[in-house]
Structures are given as C-alpha cells and as structure tokens.
C-alpha cells in the first residue's frame, strides 16, 4: 500500500515509473514548457503583477513537487544490475551493501525553494523548470568526485536503502512480471546462485567478490573535500554551478530563468562554468560536435605547453556528447549500445529523461534503466556554513524507468583523468558502440579536429547565433521530432 507524505526525502507524484505523460495543458502550469509571460522580464524590475505570478507559480509547483508518493522499486535477485560501471548481482548481503553505499554516495540534486532571487525574474525556486539544470549538475558532480576522490570512495553516512524489494524475476523482461518475493537478506541467508555478469569477461563493467567492495571512508580530508564538491552546486549566487550561474550562462544562447533547458544547450553551459573557475585549471571539459569527439580537439585542450612535467602536461577531460537516438521516440536497436556504454567506468552518466522530463541515468538492470531524479522540492540549504547538512544531497530510494520510456535526445558523459586513460576510453567506447543492429553508430571518435571548434570557444567562447538542428541518427534525420532540443554547433 503506497503511502503519501509531504516531508520525506522521496520522489514526487508522477516522479515514479508509471507516471502519465503530461498534456501540453499541464506542462504549460507546471513550467516544464516556457516561463508565463510574467516571469520573463526584458529589462529592469519585475513589477507587482509579475511578482504575485511568481510567487503564485512558486507556491503552486512547491505545493506539487513537495508531496510524495512512495512506491518500491523492484530489483532482480537473478540478474546483475549495472551502476556507473559496476556490476552488482544481487544474491548476497556484502553485494546488497556494495550498491548501497556506491548508489547513495552518489551526488543528488534537486529542485530546491526560497534561494535568492535570480537575476533578472522574480524566482526564488526552480520548482517545474530547472530538472535538466539539476541533472547536469549531478552529471558534472559525478565527474568532478571521480576527479578529485579515490577511486574507492564512499559516503561514511550513507542511510540504508529504502522502498525496494529484491525479488526473482524472469531475466530480460520488458515489463515486470508477477513475481515470488524472497525471504529478506539475513546473516544466516545463503543464496546458491552463481551466476554472473555475462560481460564479467571484459574489463570494463565486471562484478568484483563481494570481500572487494570499498568501505565508506571516515577520512576527515576525504570528507571535507566531498563536502566542499557538494557545496559548488549550492544555491547562491557566488557558487560556481549553482542553479544562478547556470541561468546567467543559459542567457548567452537565449534562454532564460523559467525556460526549458535541453541537454545539449545544458552540456555547453556545463563547459563555460568549468571554463570560468580558475579552481579547476587541470580539469577540461569537451563537447562534441555533429555526434563526432575529434582526437585532435581533446588533445589539444588537454594538453598543456606550460610545463616539462610529464605527470603534469596533461588536464583531466570531461568529455559531454549531445545525440539524438531516434526520432520521435527512443530507436530500440541502440539501447544495446546505451546498455554497453553505462557498463563503461569512464562513463559519468547520461542527462536526459522522458520528454520534459529530464532524469540523470546511472546504470540498468534487465530493460530498465537506473536513475536518480531531481523532481523534488527541498528547502534551500546554504552552503556556506561550515557543517551545513548533507543528507538531503545523498537518495536512498532508487528508482528504474523501463527504456521504451526514454527521450531520444539526451546528453553522455565520460571522464579520462590521464591521457592513456583517455586512449583507453576512445577504445572502450567505440567498442561498446558496434552493434549488429545498427548500422549507424550513436557518435564516433575521428582523428584530427573539427572545422569550427578551436580552444578559444572551449576556453568561454560564445555559443550564441542560430541553433542548428542536427540529429546523429540519420535514419531519423526527416522524421517527426518528439521534443524540440537544440544541437548547439559551435
């Protein structure tokens, strides 16, 4: 019996798997389409009509992404569950746990209400506008703790999973089945299944013992730098992906507090913020251009002339590839590709969701993909305390979206932190892009560089001009588009 609370830290009435596709009606209330006409000033102060809208939509969407409703996740006892490239099969307590702390650890982002006022509108809340924002900062989140933290690393406090059930189920089912729930894990429960991962023999995405999984760490400088990370996409102005530097970033290519953000305009935002912060001089993050990383490019950008140091000549690179996988909806013979790119260690994530509705995927298990969602309200928490709380940036209920559901155009990431990781990763990922079934791969990697991308626009260049309309699939080039995202061509 599903119950419904308005304070727990959960997912929001349609946030779930089996939320209804909102009408264009809806979308239009709930701010998923454009901002009212109200909440988008040209110039100066907003005056008293616009302030009673703002605060009207505000109450309502806070009203609307405040309440809850709990639902338990599903999970197969008998087939592995990939999650940021680590497989998990989940027939003992030690590999129960291990998902635990690596999904918990991982950085949750979240509508949140009552920040300051962004510049130039009357909101003080993200609340039915800012999910794609929020994913992207958990994707860059996630790349910037696997720059900074151990490989190993895992949130000391990390809560106990919540509303989920580990249960038998037909392997590969594209819808649930009923199922035969197991007797809970217990000290004296022993499970004699052996199965495992069928790609455990690739060197990427395979199951390690269970003996091997990482603690959480206790380190006070671990904690505080995981601390200082968190504390980057707080919501206030001065921070350096706050929801406030995003929208004044989003104004150079047109968009404003309120509109609907598209991954690929969000991946180019991600890269102007990391441009600007002198704080990340050794980290780089690269775009892609018509579906195609270019060699050259990444090269260059993370090649440094300013030292002899081997150790030092090269910058960590964040590499985001905006595609299109399909055309109105989610083309079925590239989830095995998804599927093999999320079994990938370098890979970060992927920013994308059903349409306006933007989640950050994680991993899949069977035909569901793993996400966490931003559509929920949280009180603003101001980062600049010293000890200020963590535990609303951390999610102990995960949730699965069947893959038929996912919108065609989101944005991957990856990280390399050296250069031989980097030639590592363009194997790994062209290998995962091969597929039988398609003859046209998702994106793909060439030597040399782009016509247009040079190291000034990586640097902060702008984004502005006309937005081209470039889809990867090109068997999907003439057909009907299901959302109206932007592939920005620099």
């Known amino acids: 019996m599903n119950s419904v609370s308005p304070s727990a830290v959960q997912y929001i009435v349609g946030g779930g798997v089996h939320e209804d596709k909102p009408s264009a009606q809806s979308r239009r209330h709930n701010g998923h389409g454009s901002a009212p006409d109200g909440l988008r000033e040209s110039s100066g102060e907003p005056d008293e009509v616009d302030r009673l809208k703002a605060k009207f939509m505000s109450a309502w969407n806070n009203v609307k992404y405040g309440w809850t409703v709990k639902s338990k996740t599903s999970f197969n006892k008998t087939s592995p569950l990939i999650l940021l490239g680590q497989s998990y099969l989940f027939n003992s307590e030690d590999e129960v746990d291990g998902f635990r702390q690596a999904f918990v650890s991982c950085v949750w982002l979240t509508y949140r209400r009552e920040f300051p006022q962004l510049e130039g509108s009357s909101l003080t809340t993200d609340c039915g506008w800012g999910c794609m924002l929020r994913s992207g900062q958990m994707l860059l989140a996630q790349g910037l703790l696997q720059h900074l933290m151990p490989p190993d690393w895992r949130w000391a406090d990390c809560h106990p999973l919540t509303d989920v059930d580990f249960e038998v189920l037909k392997p590969r089912s594209p819808s649930r089945p009923a199922a035969m729930s197991l007797p809970s894990f217990s000290s004296s429960w022993t499970s004699p299944i052996s199965q495992r991962d069928p790609s455990s023999g690739s060197s990427e995405g395979h199951r ?9 760490s206790h380190e006070p400088q671990l904690e505080a730098l995981h601390r200082k990370v968190v504390s980057w996409f707080g919501d206030h102005p001065s921070a350096p992906f706050s929801v406030h530097q995003l929208v004044e970033l989003g104004k150079e290519s047109g968009k404003r507090a309120g509109d609907w953000y598209g991954p690929s305009v969000v991946a180019h935002m991600l890269r102007k913020a990391v441009a600007r912060t ?27 002339p300013l030292t002899q140091d081997l150790s030092e000549s090269w910058k960590s690179v964040i ?52 996400y966490l969602d931003p559509h929920y309200c949280q009180p603003v928490v101001d980062v600049t305390q010293g000890n200020f709380s963590l535990e609303s940036f951390h999610c102990n209920s995960p949730r699965k979206m069947n893959f038929s559901r996912m919108d065609p155009s989101c944005t991957i990431g990856f990280y390399a932190q050296t250069k031989r990781d980097f030639e590592s990763l363009c194997s790994a990922v062209s290998e995962a892009l091969s597929s039988p079934k398609e003859k046209y791969p998702i994106f793909t990697f060439v ?28 068997m999907s080039r003439n057909n009907k588009r299901g959302s109206t995202d932007e592939f920005v061509l620099l």
Do not use: W
């Not at 390690?208 to 959480?216: S, V």
């Not at 195609?292 to 993370?302: E, F, H, I, N």
């Open 278 to 304: 002198a704080e990340f001089h050794n980290l780089a993050v690269y775009v892609a251009q018509d579906c195609t990383v270019y060699k050259g490019d990444v090269m260059r950008l993370c090649e440094s």
């Open 208 to 216: 390690r013992p269970p003996a091997q999984y990482p603690a959480a």
């Open 447 to 474: 030597e040399g560089r782009g016509h247009n991308y040079g190291l000034e626009g990586q640097s902060g260049g702008s984004m502005d001009g006309p937005a081209n309309i470039f889809s990867c699939n090109r």
């Open 319 to 370: 590499i985001l590839v905006p595609v299109r996988l399909g055309g109105e909806s989610l083309n079925p013979s590239y989830i095995e590709c998804v599927k093999n790119i999320l079994k990938l260690k370098c890979c970060i994530g992927i920013i994308g969701g059903k349409p306006k509705h933007s989640l950050f995927f994680i991993g899949f298990q069977d035909e569901q993909l793993l």
